[in-house]
């Protein structure tokens, strides 16, 4: 069955202190791999989607990137918003089917 | 531009009620999927809809049922309520068909309390 480990399960930083998140997958024929932002009490905001190992692509402090086994979602000198629960998903099946997402990484960044 | 809008944002039922939830896409998108997420929890799909047929299901038991209307906006029926499905229901549009894999765009969900 597909799955998406994503590590660690949380994070703490102070303002300013740039980290990485971790996404594996293990889906072979992947089709796209997914970054969203969860905050409390809302649906998942869409961030991100790689389609194939060495693409990047950022937006102001994130920057995310795709090998053929994790991805990785960047965040440069964090600001207390950024504070939120970061999800990653792949995509399997054929075009635009379901996504399988980790647990998240829940991202506190203190001022 | 609206987003997905999904209603009511939040129901208490007892065990062995059903619930109907709604959901209406983002405008210009043609496909809803459903997901259900369980506190500390990634969303699970559960199934998807497009020109109003399921074109893919999750592992989720028969009393979980949809229904996709020729305006693209969806519902997602449970039968027979059990305390394991009180969670956060999401619902996704996005565009179906094509190439490439487009992003599934979320509402913010209903979360369902079983007492």
């Known amino acids: 069955e597909d799955q998406v480990t994503q590590s660690p399960e949380a994070l703490r930083l102070q303002e300013g202190e740039s980290s990485s998140l971790n996404c594996s997958y293990t889906v072979s024929g992947l089709r796209g791999l997914f970054w969203y932002r969860q905050d409390p009490g809302k649906g998942p905001e869409f961030l991100f989607t790689l389609y194939s190992a060495g693409e990047e692509k950022e937006k102001e402090r994130l920057k995310a990137t795709l090998t053929k086994k994790e991805s990785f979602l960047h965040i440069t000198a964090p600001k207390p918003e950024d504070s939120a629960t970061y999800l990653c998903a792949e995509n399997s099946g054929g075009s635009n089917y379901k996504l399988t997402f980790g647990k998240g990484t829940l991202l506190t960044v203190n001022p | 531009d609206a987003g997905v809008t999904q209603s009511p944002t939040h129901l208490i039922k007892t065990r062995g009620q059903q619930v109907t939830l709604r959901c209406s896409p983002k405008?210009?998108?043609?496909?809803v999927s459903w997901y259900q997420q369980a506190l500390g929890q990634g969303p699970q799909f559960i199934f998807q809809?497009?020109?109003?047929?399921?074109?893919q299901r999750g592992n989720f038991p028969d009393r979980f049922s949809g229904h996709q209307f020729p305006n693209y906006s969806s519902e997602l029926n449970v039968n027979a309520l059990l305390l394991g499905d009180s969670a956060l229901y999401l619902c996704?549009?996005?565009?179906?068909?094509?190439?490439?894999?487009?992003?599934?765009?979320f509402g913010d969900g209903t979360r369902l309390s079983i007492l």
């Open positions: 809809y497009y020109e109003e047929e399921e074109r």
């Open positions: 996704a549009s996005s565009l179906g068909g094509g190439t490439r894999n487009q992003p599934q765009h």
């Open positions: 405008s210009g998108h043609d496909t």
